[in-house]
Structures are given as structure tokens and as C-alpha cells.
């Protein structure tokens, strides 16, 4: 079985034991992918994003035997031990799911895949189930701590380039958080 995965930000530049079977492709689904998550650490993170515009997905495949696999290994790699179904995205080639699901699933029958994963987190920011505003997200970030600031701007700047979303180039513009 050909199982995809489909990265966006630190999964990418930080696999760690994520079983990788080769390098990150380039050309992955279109999308829509936005920083408007905001995590425990303080960082505000990439995740799928309804209101975003679409970017270029990154993707690579998986050297496990099936879906059940891949999903363990990335729960594990993202740290979800929890609700699964909800934070676990996949395609599985019989599912039409929803409008982000399908467009995954006719770029994978593309590419080849039998199945494909990802992050499915949603929209956070202040224990709102919802993506902040751009004012709200660069005052935000412009107040943070110095060490909660230095972390959510390595995130911002290790993303991958292509993930060019209209709240990066707002923080680029105001913090000057240009990628490395």
C-alpha cells in the first residue's frame, strides 16, 4: 500500500521518528492553509484554514504497510493521543468526505497513493474555535514573551517558502519574520 503525507510546516523541517520513505515532494494538493492556530506553547501554527487561500501542499510518502499505521505514526509524531478521527485527517480512496477531503483525494488517485494523512487541526486563537484577525494575530505576536516570541518566529521563518498565505506576508511586512 502507497501511503501519502501531506506537511505544511514543522512537519517537514522536523520529521523526527515520522517513518519517511524518501524526501518531501513539492507538488502536493492545493489547499487552503493559514497560520491561525494558536498552540500551548504560544506559537501560532500553519493548519487548514476554509477562509485561507490555497497554497502548495508538501508531501512525502510513508514506509508503512497501512492506514491504521500511518495514522498511529503521525498521531504519535504531532502528539495527538486523543480523538483521533477528528485530528487525524485521511483519504482513503472510497470516502468523498468534505471539499478539502476530496481535492486530497483526486490530486492522491493523481499521484498514485492509495491512502493519504495529515495534521487536522482547525482554527484556534484565544480558546475560540476561530481564526483571529490579521490585527489581532500581529499584535499577538508583537507582544509575546521573549522566549514564547523567539519560538513562534522560528516557526513562522522554517515554514516552507511555499506556503505563501496572506497572514505570512502580513507578519513579514510587520516583523520583518522573512523565511531562513
Not at 483519504?91 to 491512502?115: K, M, N
Given at each position: 500500500?502507497?501511503?501519502?503525507?501531506?506537511?505544511?510546516?514543522?512537519?517537514?523541517?522536523?520529521?523526527?521518528?515520522?517513518?519517511?520513505?524518501?524526501?518531501?515532494?513539492?507538488?502536493?494538493?492545493?489547499?487552503?492553509?493559514?497560520?491561525?492556530?494558536?498552540s500551548q506553547?504560544?506559537?501560532?501554527?500553519?493548519?487548514?484554514?476554509?477562509?485561507?487561500?490555497?497554497?502548495?501542499?508538501?508531501w512525502v510518502?510513508?514506509?508503512?504497510?497501512?492506514?491504521?499505521?500511518?495514522?498511529?505514526?503521525?498521531?504519535?509524531?504531532?502528539?495527538?493521543?486523543?480523538?483521533?478521527?477528528?485530528?487525524?485527517?485521511?483519504?482513503?480512496?472510497?470516502?468523498?468526505?468534505?471539499?478539502?477531503?476530496?481535492?486530497?483525494?483526486?490530486?492522491?488517485?493523481?499521484?498514485?497513493?492509495?491512502?493519504?494523512?495529515?495534521?487536522?487541526?482547525?482554527?484556534?486563537?484565544?480558546?475560540?474555535?476561530?481564526?483571529?484577525?490579521?490585527?489581532?494575530?500581529?499584535?499577538?505576536?508583537?507582544?509575546?514573551?521573549?522566549?514564547?516570541r523567539s519560538?513562534?518566529?522560528?516557526?513562522?521563518?522554517?515554514?516552507?517558502?511555499?506556503?505563501?498565505?496572506?497572514?505570512?506576508?502580513?507578519?513579514?511586512?510587520?516583523?520583518?519574520?522573512?523565511?531562513?
Amino acid at each position: 500500500m502507497r501511503i501519502g503525507c501531506l506537511g505544511w510546516g514543522s512537519l517537514v523541517w522536523d520529521p523526527r521518528d515520522l517513518p519517511l520513505r524518501g524526501v518531501w515532494f513539492l507538488d502536493g494538493p492545493l489547499i487552503p492553509i493559514e497560520f491561525s492556530h494558536q498552540s500551548q506553547d504560544g506559537r501560532i501554527t500553519l493548519v487548514i484554514d476554509p477562509r485561507a487561500k490555497h497554497v502548495r501542499a508538501l508531501w512525502v510518502i510513508l514506509s508503512v504497510d497501512d492506514l491504521d499505521a500511518a495514522i498511529s505514526s503521525l498521531a504519535r509524531r504531532e502528539g495527538i493521543s486523543n480523538n483521533l478521527e477528528a485530528r487525524i485527517g485521511r483519504w482513503t480512496g472510497f470516502d468523498d468526505g468534505d471539499v478539502v477531503t476530496r481535492a486530497i483525494g483526486t490530486w492522491a488517485q493523481q499521484a498514485g497513493l492509495d491512502a493519504v494523512v495529515w495534521t487536522a487541526l482547525s482554527p484556534s486563537f484565544d480558546g475560540n474555535s476561530k481564526r483571529p484577525s490579521k490585527t489581532k494575530l500581529l499584535k499577538y505576536l508583537s507582544d509575546l514573551p521573549p522566549e514564547k516570541r523567539s519560538r513562534a518566529e522560528t516557526y513562522i521563518r522554517k515554514a516552507p517558502r511555499q506556503i505563501d498565505t496572506d497572514y505570512r506576508r502580513a507578519i513579514e511586512l510587520r516583523l520583518g519574520w522573512t523565511p531562513y
